[in-house]
């Protein structure tokens, strides 16, 4: 029997971490490994590289030494092929990774969204493969390994037969303590900056069987977290709550993190979402349906308040996101669209500057549209007709401020109550609080949470001494310090007392919603709290 060709596939991660997770690759892999045309010729694994790893960090100061460590490291595997999965963020590192092995004999392919998006700009490879790997994938190595392009019908086809990385054992997800899940490839709808704004306006479902064995592998390792891919978990509203029933009964201890639609949610699919330990990301991306409408994304108002309000109502954990760049926006556009938001009272709000991805109908439509934009990756906006260079840095410092003091700084409970007291948009507070972080050389990537608390509390009290509210100052602070506490209890399980100017009993009250009937109505008196 002829020796096998040694076939691997790899990526470079941002981050070791279950977002990161290299799915595409394993996917690959797994098909590659299955395939009638490549199981009995090869022998497949899954190799990725991580930014983070101590090992990596020591030889990659610059893409030219990180790409040298790299195949340095697959080169003592001894390969025949190499396939790459490269994206926005990896891409120039990868692409010098393949230029050595080539020069060292070994045969390089690729494939992912930067591919799919321009196959014809990856001439550094013996073939760059765009879409849905496991089917083109298997018959580019075949031919690779054999020299023969096989016949058509040799190449698989059927979406339901496709191999499961985690079944197989490519991918373990105890190893990224969590995992990335796909349900169901497309999306019904084209928004223009996406990569699926070209594909077929179809949601094809995994076979429910999968499904079932991978949620009972997920049981098996005691999985802590997954992160549902699909792009609307919620189309199918019947499925979505048939497969929330399911993850209820075999995994009632993992968190899920889910992408939704918020006008497709009602009261029952809301009530669903309790019945799990989850949290739904939802685009709004403006609050503008004109600027929407720019990007071929439907939006109905009405439908998006009936269901936050539903999920509100219902106590179901959600964020939202924001984009800063679209076309037909401006800066007052965008402050509009975070002011909108935050009165949803979201988890968590993440903003994000527009990409013009290569391969989707934006890009093909930006000039016209007034868009000029950065040519490399990760391709964001440069300026608009209507938002300048300057105003897209503004946007910048909205994002970072928003992202320490509202995310890091888990102010949901009470950040409204603060707005209201100060007379403030959401907004505006945002752009005060990025200059304070410039003054104060706070970093944006602040993450401790007790840290970002102290800045708060620091923050609250000069903003609201500047404003003449000093008589609001102790009961501002009492709701800070009073709901962190008990958030980092839940985060960690670790009990703390803390020292209050008011009554713990009051200020988790109804009455701490607005500082002035409170601190009018409620006799200040030290108190302990402990959670």
């Known amino acids: 029997m002829a020796e096998k ?3 691997i596939f790899t990526t470079l991660l941002i981050e070791k971490s279950p977002q990161a997770l290299p799915l595409g690759a394993a996917c690959v892999a797994s098909s590659v490994k299955h395939s009638p045309l490549t199981k009995d010729i090869t022998d497949v694994s899954l190799i990725p590289f991580n930014k983070e790893d101590p090992e990596f960090i020591r030889h990659s ?9 790299m195949a340095e490291k697959l080169l003592e595997l001894h390969p025949q092929i190499v396939g790459f999965s490269i994206f926005v963020w990896n891409r120039i590192v990868l692409e010098k990774t393949a230029a050595i092995l080539r020069t060292n004999g070994v045969k390089c392919i690729c494939g992912g969204p930067e591919v799919t998006a321009n196959p014809q700009s990856f001439t550094g490879f013996e073939k760059a493969s765009g879409g ?12 690779l390994i054999t020299g023969k392009r096989p016949a058509p019908s040799e190449v698989k086809k059927d979406y339901s037969d496709l191999e499961s990385p985690y079944l197989d054992g490519t991918l373990d997800p105890s190893e990224f303590e969590g995992a ?21 306006k179809t949601v094809r479902m995994f076979p429910m069987e999968r499904i079932d064995a991978e949620l009972e592998l997920f049981a098996e390792k005691k999985v802590p977290q997954v992160f549902v891919l699909d792009p609307t978990y919620n189309a199918n509203k019947n499925r979505a709550i048939e497969l929330i ?9 993992t968190f899920y993190y889910f992408e939704a639609r918020a006008e497709f949610i009602d009261r029952q699919l809301a009530h669903a979402f309790t019945k799990i330990p989850c949290s739904l990301q939802i685009g709004l991306q403006s609050a503008d349906p004109n600027v929407l409408n720019l990007v071929n994304r439907p939006f109905n108002k009405a439908a998006f308040l009936k269901g936050i309000n539903c999920l509100n109502q219902e ?3 959600f964020g939202l996101d924001v984009i800063y760049g679209l076309p037909g926006d401006s800066l007052q556009g965008f402050k509009n669209s975070v002011d909108f938001a935050i009165s949803q009272y979201p988890n968590n709000l993440e903003l994000f500057c527009l990409s013009v991805l290569p391969g989707t109908d934006l890009h093909d439509r930006a000039e016209s549209l007034n868009l000029v934009w950065e040519k490399h990756p990760p391709y964001h906006i440069i300026h608009t007709d209507k938002f300048s260079n300057e105003d897209i840095k503004k946007c910048n410092g909205i994002a970072a401020a928003c992202n320490v003091f509202y995310n890091d700084g888990r102010a949901v409970p009470w950040f409204n109550t603060i707005l209201h007291a100060l007379h403030i948009k959401a907004s505006e507070f945002f752009v005060l609080f990025y200059k304070y972080m410039v003054s104060h050389k706070i970093p944006s990537d602040c993450r401790e949470h007790k840290e970002i608390e102290k800045v708060q509390l620091q923050f609250i009290a000069e903003l609201f001494s500047q404003r003449k509210l000093e008589r609001l100052i102790s009961a501002a602070q009492d709701i800070i310090s009073f709901n962190g506490a008990i958030s980092r209890k839940i985060d960690t399980g670790k009990s703390e007392t803390v020292q209050l ?31």
Not at 61 to 69: F, K, L, N, P, R
Not at 132 to 143: K, L, W
């Open 5 to 7: 060709s040694k076939v």
């Open 180 to 200: 990335l899940w796909e349900l169901a490839r497309g999306c019904p709808f084209k928004c223009s900056y996406c990569y699926e704004s070209k594909g077929e």
């Open 501 to 531: 100017h008011y009554p713990a009993e009051y200020i988790d009250s109804e009455y701490a919603m607005d500082l002035a009937f409170f601190i009018k109505n409620v006799q200040k008196r030290s108190s302990k709290f402990t959670t």
């Open 315 to 317: 106590g179901a954990v």
């Open 245 to 253: 029933n399911k993850i209820a009964k075999k995994t009632p201890d």
């Open 61 to 69: 100061g610059s893409d030219d030494e990180a790409a040298s460590y």
């Open 132 to 143: 849905e790997g496991e089917y083109s994938i298997p018959a580019v190595v075949y031919e």
